[in-house]
């Protein structure tokens, strides 16, 4: 069973940066894409950033083009999500997903989620 861990959100202004990470356990020499999504106060939750497994497939929400990276070390079953430029509409509860099946990174269906860390920008 695939356990998620997020953490680095926090309070940032307008225009400034944060590094969110999500460190899996168990079974992760399975583990194929990665993944963050968001949810805000009475919003359906929305996809951000997914990552292959060899990185060679790297998608972004055309919301966060130019201003988000995501990447992951699989050495220490990590992913990240580099967030610049933030802006009052970024604020939402960010959860990491994974999935063992490569389809997950086409379909957005994800088989494991983490437990979500806040972040909110402030303008």
């Known amino acids: 069973q695939v356990q998620l861990v997020e953490s680095g959100g926090g309070l940032v202004q307008t225009g400034g940066s944060l590094r969110l990470s999500c460190v899996a356990s168990?079974?992760?020499?399975?583990?194929?894409?990665m993944a963050w999504f968001r949810q805000a106060p009475g919003k359906e939750r929305e996809f951000v950033a997914a990552?292959?497994?060899?990185?060679?497939?790297?998608t972004y929400a055309d919301s966060v083009k130019g201003r988000f990276t995501i990447s992951r070390d699989n050495a220490k079953n990590t992913v990240y999500l580099q967030m610049n430029s933030l802006k009052p509409e970024d604020t939402a509860l960010y959860y990491c997903?994974?999935?063992?099946?490569?389809?997950?990174?086409?379909?957005?269906?994800?088989?494991?989620w983490g437990q979500g860390t806040q972040v909110t920008v402030s303008s």
């Open positions: 997903a994974a999935d063992f099946k490569n389809l997950a990174i086409i379909r957005y269906i994800y088989d494991y």
């Open positions: 168990g079974g992760t020499f399975s583990i194929n894409p």
């Open positions: 990552i292959s497994r060899s990185a060679g497939i790297i």
